[in-house]
C-alpha cells in the first residue's frame, strides 16, 4: 500500500477522550474514558513521522476527540514543546484545538496567542438552539459557559471560528443564527448538518433525502442573503469554500485527504492509529480489523502502510472514489466523499453519494451555481438595455 506520493498532512491526535458535556448527538463511543495520551505516546509519534519520508513541508496538528481542554494549559505547552524540539526544519506546522469553549479562561488564550494556534469554537445558535442538545452531564444547558469563553477569546484578541450543528430546529432558523452570529461578532461560521454516525442516528437523515436537502437549500439560501445584505459574516465555510473550488481552483488544493492512506493520521490516546476520517477510530469492524492500522509504539509506518487493515480499507475506498468518478458530476468538488458517511448510510466503503455529501457538497455547489448563472442574466439584461438607450445629443 506505500504509494511515493503518501504525504502526512493532518495529524489529529486525541489527548483524552473524555469529555466534561454530553452533547445529545455525540457519535463518540469512549467520551466517558479518562485516559490521557503520554509525553511519551506524542513523541514517539512524531519521531515516527519526522524520521519518515511521508511527512508533508504544511503539518496540521489537531487536538481533538473528547474535549482536549479538560487537560491542563501546561499538557500541551510541555507537549508543544517535544513537538518543536524534534521537528526538522523543513517542516511548518500549526497547532489547532476544536473545544465546546466551557473551560476557556486566560491561562488558555495566553497559549493560543503564544503558539498561534487555531481554534474552532462549537456554539449551536442562540440559548434555545444551543441547549437542545449541547448539555452538561447533569442535563443542564451550557449556553453561558460556552459565550463566557466566546466573549473572552474576543475580549483577548484571539482569532476563532465558529462550528454550529444544524439540527431540525435550526435548519428553519436561519435568520435567527444570523442575527446571533452579528450581535456577539462571530465573522467566520462553519455549518455541520447533524449526521447519523456511530450510535447516533441523526432525524435529518431519516426523514428523506429530499425534504432535508429542500430545508439546507432554503437555510444556506437564506443565511447567505442575509450576510450579504447586512455585512458582519466574513466567511461561510459551505459557501466560500465551493466558491474557490469553482471559480479560482488554482488556489484549492484538489483533492480530498480522507480518501488518501495516512493523509489524515488519526492517534488515540493510547498510541493507536488510524487513517482516512477520524471518526473511525474507537469503532469496532472485524472486516476492517477495528480500523486500525497499528500503534506507534510497535509499529513503524511502513508497517501500518502495509496493514491488513490499511489494505482491507484501502481498496473498498478506492472502490467507493471511483464509482463516483464515474457517476457525479461534482466529483472534482469532493474527491470521493467522506469514508465514514458512506459506511455509516450504506453500510459500505465501496459506495457513491450519501445525503451527507448531497448536503454539505451538491447543495452548496447548486446554491452558487444558481447564484452565478443569475448574475450573468442580470448582466446581459443591463447589457441589451442599455443598447437600447438613445444616443445623447
Given at each position: ?27 463518540l ?49 510541555t ?10 526544519t ?38 434555545s ?24 477569546l ?48 441523526s ?44 471559480f ?14 495516512l ?68 466529483f ?19 459506495s457513491?453519494e450519501?445525503?451527507?455529501?448531497n ?35
Amino acid at each position: 500500500m506505500p504509494q511515493s506520493d503518501t504525504r502526512i498532512r493532518t495529524v489529529v491526535l486525541q489527548p483524552t477522550p473524555f469529555c466534561n458535556i454530553r452533547c445529545k448527538y455525540c457519535y463518540l463511543p469512549t467520551r466517558d474514558d479518562t485516559s490521557t495520551m503520554s509525553l511519551d505516546t506524542i513523541e514517539t509519534t512524531f519521531r515516527r513521522i519526522f524520521e519518515s519520508t511521508y511527512a508533508d513541508e504544511d503539518l496540521t496538528i489537531i487536538w481533538h476527540a473528547g474535549e482536549p481542554l479538560v487537560l491542563p494549559v501546561s499538557y500541551y505547552e510541555t507537549a508543544f514543546q517535544s513537538i518543536e524540539r524534534l521537528r526538522p526544519t523543513s517542516v511548518r506546522l500549526r497547532h489547532s484545538f476544536q473545544t465546546n469553549g466551557t473551560l476557556l479562561n486566560k491561562a488558555w488564550c495566553d497559549l493560543f496567542r503564544r503558539w498561534n494556534v487555531g481554534l474552532g469554537l462549537s456554539i449551536d445558535g442562540p440559548r434555545s438552539l444551543h441547549n437542545a442538545n449541547r448539555i452538561t452531564r447533569a442535563g443542564k444547558g451550557t449556553f453561558d459557559q460556552a459565550m463566557r469563553g466566546a466573549r473572552l477569546l474576543k475580549a483577548e484578541g484571539i482569532r476563532f471560528h465558529i462550528i454550529s450543528v444544524l439540527s431540525q430546529a435550526a435548519l428553519h432558523k436561519a435568520g435567527e443564527l444570523h442575527s446571533f452570529y452579528l450581535e456577539e461578532g462571530f465573522h467566520d461560521v462553519c455549518f455541520n448538518v447533524e449526521e447519523s454516525e456511530g450510535d447516533h442516528v441523526s432525524t435529518l437523515m431519516q426523514q428523506g433525502k429530499d425534504s432535508t436537502r429542500l430545508q439546507f437549500l432554503q437555510f444556506l439560501q437564506t443565511f447567505w442573503t442575509l450576510s450579504r445584505e447586512a455585512p458582519g459574516i466574513d466567511f461561510i465555510r459551505e459557501i466560500d469554500g465551493i466558491i474557490t473550488r469553482i471559480f479560482r481552483p488554482e488556489e484549492a488544493k484538489v483533492g480530498n485527504d480522507q480518501v488518501e492512506p495516512l493523509a489524515m493520521m488519526n492517534v488515540d490516546c493510547k498510541g493507536n492509529v488510524g487513517t482516512f476520517s477520524p471518526e473511525l477510530l474507537g469503532y469496532r469492524n472485524e472486516r476492517y480489523h477495528d480500523f486500525l492500522l497499528g500503534n506507534v509504539h510497535t509499529h513503524t509506518l511502513e508497517q501500518m502502510l502495509h496493514s491488513e487493515a490499511m489494505e482491507a480499507m484501502a481498496i473498498d475506498i478506492r472502490a467507493g472514489v471511483e464509482a463516483c468518478r464515474q457517476e457525479c458530476d461534482y466529483f472534482s468538488l469532493c474527491g470521493g466523499g467522506a469514508p465514514v458517511n458512506k459506511l455509516a448510510e450504506t453500510g459500505s466503503f465501496a459506495s457513491t453519494e450519501t445525503s451527507f455529501c448531497n448536503l454539505v457538497q451538491i447543495v452548496p455547489a447548486d446554491l452558487v451555481l444558481r447564484a452565478f448563472s443569475q448574475m450573468e442574466q442580470s448582466l446581459v439584461e443591463v447589457s441589451q438595455s442599455d443598447e437600447l438607450l438613445p444616443a445623447c445629443a
